[in-house]
């Protein structure tokens, strides 16, 4: 074979795994729904028996749309896009694509396992960890084939440089790989009890404050290169891409690289503070936690600025609306997670529902709008055809928006008010409230919230509804668009 | 020496040593465009375009166009 002519990239994979981002999107954010109502009407929580209840769901919503949704979405653009800023396809190279096939079966096989058992109830109850010990080997065989399959790419790709993107899934693929292993670290109780205990419940290794230490270095990791590494790789890639303008400034975006891999390793502890975890440890986080803020915004600020000149598209291009919303989100979780982890702001913000409010306005504004915004990007290339209807992006973009700010307001009021009421006291020094007193006053958010789920949810069912049309019927195209995705 | 003060000089000297680390790149950053031996910019192109066909923008890793002319 002389020419390229016929190469061309394969998106085998990448689309199996925009199937599954959009299934799990669904049914997590339906539970995330499902539990916010709950915490405003308790009768629902007798919905399912024991299935229904907030304590079986709450970890369920939580990993659904991390491991199921968000991951997905990481390893769909990864496919998608490692081979485009390579210049390889994966059809290239056979080791590549036989591990790409073998692991979304055994992602497939995991997902369902986790959904299942959790239902059931078991858990090695460590936050973002909550997988027991055969699905988390699963895991690591699943995480070991994305290396093969990444390196296989890079060792035979044709560009040389290595696009920043790739920069940051490294970082995922490195950052989760060490962290996740250390603190999965756990026994079965059947074997440290001498038989009396369960094989399929485990404790972890480490006990007590190094427990909490270690969990919370990968629980905000978990935040860090699940919900925000990826994501920035995802944005250094669509958001020039469909705009046509290269990144404003690369060295910026280096250093911002850099940066956020040295400053977030460290900030952790900032989840532990008025913990038994030793005081000089919890103000390394909160320090590390401040500092955070400028490698965060040098990269959201490099992608405002990418768009210089070219704002009019911010009008007519709805993806553009969403990846600069997405960035405009980034900033500002970025900013308010530093403020709650100083310790006097912390003293009044933890336990809060402020916690959950600034989760969602990441979670929401910045991951699900990403990644929405990739995928819609990715099917006119993946399968051919134009996106079904703009309209509904727009009314999409505009439900989810409305959404998300209900969502982070609510709960601004709700966690400040619940912090304040919970600490007032007289002038005897007694606590002037009750719990039941703040969780009566905290109902109308709490309703607030359940509604801006389920806003989210019927946007993203507009999503998924858009996206199937795309697949299967809407307008063929005979070419591959350049920068603009088509839509009708 | 007891450990708060330990703990004292060791942050003061460890801010000191990330401070110059950090501008040392940025400095090497600039520097090594300035002298032509590098150029960064153009790597944002690599998004902008990358069909597979397209030439690539830093000069390509060769490895498996050889193995195609050999065929
Ligand atoms: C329809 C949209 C969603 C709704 C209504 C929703 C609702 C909720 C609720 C009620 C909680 C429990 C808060 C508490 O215990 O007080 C929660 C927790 C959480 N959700 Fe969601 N969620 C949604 C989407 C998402 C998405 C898309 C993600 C991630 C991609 C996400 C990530 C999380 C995380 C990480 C937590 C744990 C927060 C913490 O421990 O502080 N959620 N969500």
Redesign the interface.
Known sequence: MQSNAALEYDYTIAKLYTYTAILFGFIGMLIGTLIASQLAFPELNYLFGEYGTFSRLRPLHTNVVIYGFTVSGIFATFYYLSQRVLKVSMAESKIAMTAGKIQFVLYVIAATGMVISELMGYTQSKEYAQMEWPLDLLIVVIWVLWGVIMFALIGIRREKALYISMWYFIATFLGVAMLYLFNNMAVPTYFTSGGLGSIMHSVSMYSGTNDALVQWWWGHNAVAFVFTVPIVGMIYYFLPKESGQSVYSYKLSLLSFWGLMFVYLWAGSHHLLYSTVPDWMQTMGSVFSVVLILPSWGSAINMLLTMKGEWNQLTDNPLIKFMVLASTFYMLSTLEGPIQAIKSVNAIAHFTDWIPGHVHDGVLGWVAFMIMSGLFHMAPRMFKREIYSKKLIEAQFWIQTTAVVLYFTSMWIAGITQGMMWRAVDEYGNLMYSFIDTVTVLHPYYAIRALSGVLFVTGFVMFAYNMIKTMTSAKELTEEPQFRTPMA | MGIREL?GYATFFMTIV?VVI?YG??VY??RS?KKGEKD??K??????D?????T??????S???EK??E?
């Open positions: 703990q990330f950090l790149y940025i950053l600039y465009e960064y910019e790597l944002g192109n690599i998004a902008l990358d069909e597979i066909t397209s690539p923008i830093n000069s390509s890793n490895i498996l166009d195609k002319g065929k």
